[in-house]
């Protein structure tokens, strides 16, 4: 793709990982053109030449991402994780992955613990509370439409919630798991505000992918949702400011040495962090895998000492096992110092954890 080349990009503001390929395209300074859309919704209204211009991706999800591939073709691609690694391949500029590899690989781990544990906890705070849902039902569907009838309001917020609502129990939000999903969002925010006591980034003084996979989930948690806005009002105050400043930084300098080192020194704050996704995605990411494996729709487990089942997501055993290519793609040398770093925090089961019963 030739640098002036403008990254067209379909999403509406309400969706978490829509807000963190934003972000990335912002601080990365690459051209983009924001198309608020639905997947499903007609085009809607100030689209241009219209979705019907642009190729259709495999899987409709917010965002889609259009890029040229090797034969200039255009390609409608979705995931931000794999995304966001192909535009490293293709500008070195302002990265957003750390050059020491097992920094990388801890990146990693973090990206998918935002993309895939805290977005339990968006999902659930959106959908869970009385107020939060009463918001939510009302206000998204205006990002697509601000100006249709109070009665084709009604109906689209009612068909939607109804929607969302129902779907609550695909990502694991029930009766049994919601105080564990609560008690986890408290943690995080503590643990967060502690790192921001002395960080601005999680890795050191320039943001990773990672930064924005959190501040791509947190965009709903801390400034939209009311109830979970709230938690973060009270408790850490730094995470809300943080979050904002991430929306936007074009103009943001950074160090090309900004990079934590990833010796012995790497702070508690950011060991506690990695203690977490130890304590509450790792343990259902080994249990869900097993699930899928062996054919089971559902699956049950403990996390933090309480229970937890669910509906099984064959799309979350593809993450564990793109983060063990990760760890298995490092050197022996850097495996021994990420492996340090993992049994310190208890997350060496990641790795190591049996899948499969044969
Ligand atoms: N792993 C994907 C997740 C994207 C995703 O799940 N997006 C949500 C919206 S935030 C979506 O499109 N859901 C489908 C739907 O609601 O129909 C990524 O990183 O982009």
């Given at each position: 793709?030739?640098r002036?080349?403008?990254?067209?990009?379909?999403g509406?503001h309400?969706?978490?990982?829509t807000?963190?390929?934003?972000?990335?395209?912002?601080?990365?300074?690459?051209?983009?053109r924001?198309?608020?859309?639905?997947?499903?919704s007609?085009?809607?209204?100030?689209?241009?030449?219209?979705?019907?211009?642009?190729?259709?991706?495999k899987?409709?999800?917010?965002?889609t991402?259009?890029?040229?591939d090797?034969a200039g073709?255009?390609?409608?691609?979705?995931?931000?994780?794999?995304?966001?690694?192909?535009?490293e391949?293709?500008f070195?500029t302002r990265?957003?992955?750390?050059?020491?590899p097992v920094?990388?690989?801890l990146?990693y781990v973090?990206?998918?613990?935002a993309?895939?544990?805290?977005t339990?906890?968006?999902?659930?705070?959106?959908w869970?509370f009385?107020?939060?849902?009463?918001?939510a039902?009302?206000?998204?569907p205006?990002?697509?439409?601000?100006?249709?009838?109070?009665e084709?309001?009604?109906?689209?917020?009612?068909?939607?919630?109804?929607r969302?609502?129902?779907?609550?129990h695909?990502?694991?939000?029930?009766?049994t798991?919601?105080p564990v999903?609560e008690?986890?969002?408290?943690?995080f925010?503590?643990?967060?505000?502690?790192?921001?006591q002395?960080?601005?980034?999680?890795l050191g003084?320039?943001?990773?992918?990672?930064?924005?996979?959190?501040m791509?989930?947190?965009?709903?948690?801390?400034?939209?949702?009311?109830?979970p806005m709230?938690?973060c009002?009270?408790l850490?105050p730094?995470?809300?400011?943080?979050?904002e400043?991430?929306?936007d930084?074009s103009?943001?300098?950074v160090q090309?040495?900004?990079?934590?080192?990833?010796?012995?020194?790497?702070p508690?704050?950011?060991?506690?962090?990695?203690g977490?996704?130890?304590?509450t995605?790792?343990?259902?990411?080994?249990?869900?895998g097993r699930?899928?494996?062996?054919?089971?729709?559902?699956?049950?487990?403990?996390?933090d000492g309480?229970?937890?089942?669910?509906?099984?997501?064959?799309y979350?055993?593809?993450?564990?096992?793109w983060?063990r290519e990760?760890?298995?793609?490092?050197?022996?040398?850097?495996?021994?110092?990420?492996?340090?770093?993992?049994d310190?925090t208890?997350?060496?089961?990641?790795?190591?954890?049996q899948?499969?019963?044969?």
């Amino acid at each position: 793709m030739a640098r002036q080349d403008t990254i067209k990009l379909q999403g509406i503001h309400g969706s978490p990982y829509t807000r963190k390929m934003l972000a990335v395209l912002r601080f990365r300074r690459l051209p983009y053109r924001f198309i608020v859309n639905w997947p499903q919704s007609p085009d809607a209204p100030g689209n241009g030449e219209g979705r019907s211009a642009l190729p259709t991706p495999k899987v409709p999800l917010l965002p889609t991402v259009y890029l040229k591939d090797e034969a200039g073709e255009l390609q409608a691609v979705t995931d931000t994780t794999p995304i966001i690694r192909r535009l490293e391949s293709q500008f070195r500029t302002r990265s957003i992955v750390p050059d020491n590899p097992v920094l990388a690989f801890l990146n990693y781990v973090l990206e998918d613990y935002a993309d895939e544990w805290l977005t339990r906890c968006m999902f659930h705070y959106r959908w869970h509370f009385a107020a939060d849902i009463e918001k939510a039902g009302r206000v998204l569907p205006l990002y697509v439409r601000v100006n249709q009838s109070p009665e084709m309001l009604d109906a689209v917020s009612a068909a939607f919630t109804r929607r969302q609502v129902d779907r609550l129990h695909v990502v694991g939000s029930n009766e049994t798991t919601a105080p564990v999903i609560e008690a986890s969002y408290v943690r995080f925010l503590k643990l967060m505000e502690s790192h921001l006591q002395a960080h601005p980034f999680l890795l050191g003084g320039r943001p990773a992918s990672a930064d924005f996979a959190m501040m791509g989930q947190l965009t709903c948690l801390t400034h939209f949702d009311p109830t979970p806005m709230r938690l973060c009002e009270t408790l850490a105050p730094r995470v809300y400011a943080w979050v904002e400043r991430l929306d936007d930084l074009s103009g943001y300098e950074v160090q090309e040495q900004g990079w934590l080192d990833a010796g012995d020194a790497l702070p508690e704050t950011l060991l506690a962090l990695l203690g977490e996704v130890a304590r509450t995605h790792m343990p259902q990411l080994i249990a869900n895998g097993r699930a899928v494996i062996g054919k089971n729709e559902t699956f049950s487990t403990q996390i933090d000492g309480c229970d937890w089942v669910q509906p099984s997501f064959s799309y979350q055993l593809k993450c564990l096992r793109w983060t063990r290519e990760e760890f298995q793609s490092l050197s022996s040398k850097d495996q021994a110092s990420a492996r340090a770093i993992l049994d310190k925090t208890g997350l060496s089961r990641l790795i190591d954890a049996q899948l499969a019963t044969d």
